[in-house]
């Protein structure tokens, strides 16, 4: 705009020039007739018009040049951007990770090859679709909230769990706002890793914390959180509650004498033939060494003189390791309470019980009611 306003003025100027040059011409030689001083006045605007045709040349020529590196500029910077880009989702596309961009509408702007493959389509199919679109609407439900935590310019971290081709996957998302120069919220960008990996060994290690190692059975912590919860169940619902306290009868001179092999595989035994004896509701412990517990919730009074009749019964089965007969009995105590105590008087109970048994002789079975 100002080049040509520039252009203007020095066209006006020019014929201002011509025509005072043309002027001054006339008055100073006073040609004798009107054709003489029209011939002068056509040849000055004449030259006056050249020069500016040439300068108006000059300009264009000089401004196309100026355009010719703009738009050189422009496609070098076109041509970075695409660089960039592919170097971008080349390196997005072997995180394994699912990794999304999404604007404020909370449609897809990008998605990397990861996401296609979790979800088994071409990730170019996500563009332009809602996340409720493309995702279904239960999944929508699951991370809406989260969504829209993000798009209120909030850093949001979750899990969550997907039944995909009928097997279960645990996913960690992060979703990171994006903002614009105003910096108004524009979207985020979804990060999803598997963690099913993590997951699953973090259950096998909690497992493997409550699990006693020998037999396989709840380990006293087990127990302990176990026996807690049965409580306070049992509390609010007011239905007795059964404990039997075991020991195997002479274990330590059968340890002694035949050494810790052979004793491990006593305890085994005794632990298949107690588990055989109750339900799988009940909760069978190993509380170290020879000592068992089981616990039995929504019981009767005499709910644990059966099961304590039933597993004495079965002792009487002969035990046969590495070819040697063995002896195996057991001392049972057996406390029933039909208002629920907490945890320590009702062990008190059943240990007292166990003691009652062991002095009866052992082998046998004392009840103490609460």
Do not use: W
Request: proline share 2%.
């Amino acid at each position: 705009m100002n080049v040509f306003s520039g252009i203007n003025h020095l066209t006006i100027f020019i014929l201002i020039a011509g025509f005072l040059l043309t002027t001054n011409t006339v008055v100073a030689q006073a040609p004798t007739n009107l054709s003489q001083q029209f011939i002068i006045i056509t040849v000055v605007l004449s030259i006056g018009l050249l020069i500016v045709i040439g300068i108006l040349f000059f300009l264009q020529r000089r401004n196309n040049k100026q355009l010719k590196l703009v738009i050189a500029q422009l496609h070098d910077a076109e041509r970075a951007l695409n660089a960039s880009e592919s170097r971008m989702r080349a390196i997005t596309d072997i995180i394994p990770a699912i990794i999304a961009q999404i604007d404020k509408d909370q449609r897809y702007v990008f998605a990397n090859a990861h996401t296609g493959k979790v979800l088994g389509l071409d990730p170019q199919l996500l563009i332009g679709k809602t996340l409720r679109e493309a995702r279904g609407e239960e999944h929508y439900i699951e991370v809406q909230s989260y969504v829209e935590d993000v798009l209120q310019g909030k850093r949001v971290r979750f899990e969550r769990s997907s039944l995909l081709a009928g097997k279960l996957y645990y996913y960690q998302s992060n979703y990171v706002p994006e903002f614009d120069e105003n910096q108004n919220i524009k979207g985020f960008l979804a990060l999803t890793f598997d963690i099913t990996a993590l997951k699953l060994a973090e259950a096998n290690l909690d497992r493997l914390t409550r699990t006693d190692s020998l037999t396989g059975i709840a380990n006293r912590r087990h127990f302990d959180e176990q026996l807690s919860t049965a409580l306070a169940r049992n509390r609010r619902q007011e239905r007795g509650i059964t404990l039997l306290y075991l020991d195997i009868d002479n274990f330590k001179i059968i340890n002694d004498t035949h050494g810790h092999l052979v004793g491990d595989s006593v305890i085994v035994a005794f632990c298949e033939r107690l588990q055989s004896c109750v339900r799988e509701v009940d909760l069978v412990a190993r509380l170290g060494g020879d000592e068992f517990v089981v616990l039995i919730e929504n019981s009767l009074p005499e709910t644990g003189e059966i099961i304590a009749n039933k597993l004495l019964a079965s002792m009487q089965q002969v035990l046969v390791i590495n070819g040697m007969t063995l002896p195996l009995s057991a001392s049972i105590g057996v406390a029933y309470c039909c208002k629920t105590p907490d945890a320590k008087t009702i062990m008190n109970i059943a240990d007292q019980a166990l003691y009652l048994a062991k002095a009866a002789g052992r082998n046998t079975y004392r009840v103490k009611l609460s």
